[in-house]
């Protein structure tokens, strides 16, 4: 993996873990992607947000709802522009103050040094007994 992939992808997830969008969006390309693996009962997030406004709007919404600075990268393994991403620790659904240890693997896209698209496999059966 070349350090310069490896230092956007830490400093995404070190954005991340602090929960702030403002050091988050910087990181990301002009049409970025996100899709959380998954059913159609967890919503928009499964089907998945494209572009720069909706990312935007769908990361403050994450951030509002889910804690992840109790999570830490493990492992950070990369195949060209793609880059796989396992983390583990405590996560916090904020709207009830409920937290809960658990893993999550993710499929990151980086092109340009920007990151343009994320797939997140999460616990998605926890994700939908929090959200109801």
């Known amino acids: 993996m070349s350090s310069d992939i490896r230092q956007v992808v830490e400093a995404a997830y070190d954005a ?14 002009d049409e970025p992607g996100y899709r959380l693996a998954g059913g159609t009962s967890l919503g928009i997030l499964s089907a998945g947000v494209r572009g720069l406004a909706v990312m935007r709007e769908t990361l403050a919404d994450l951030i509002e709802t889910w804690d992840w600075s109790g999570m830490v990268p493990r492992i950070i393994a990369s195949e060209g522009e793609t880059v796989v991403v396992h983390c583990s620790g405590t996560m916090r659904f904020v709207p009830t103050d409920t937290s809960f240890a658990t893993e999550l693997l993710d499929m990151v896209t ?19 007994e929090l959200i109801r």
């Open 110 to 128: 980086v092109r340009d040094g920007k990151v343009v698209e994320v797939v997140e496999f999460a616990d998605t059966h926890k994700v939908s």
């Open 16 to 29: 991340r873990r602090r929960n702030i969008l403002a050091d988050i969006m910087p990181l990301r390309g």
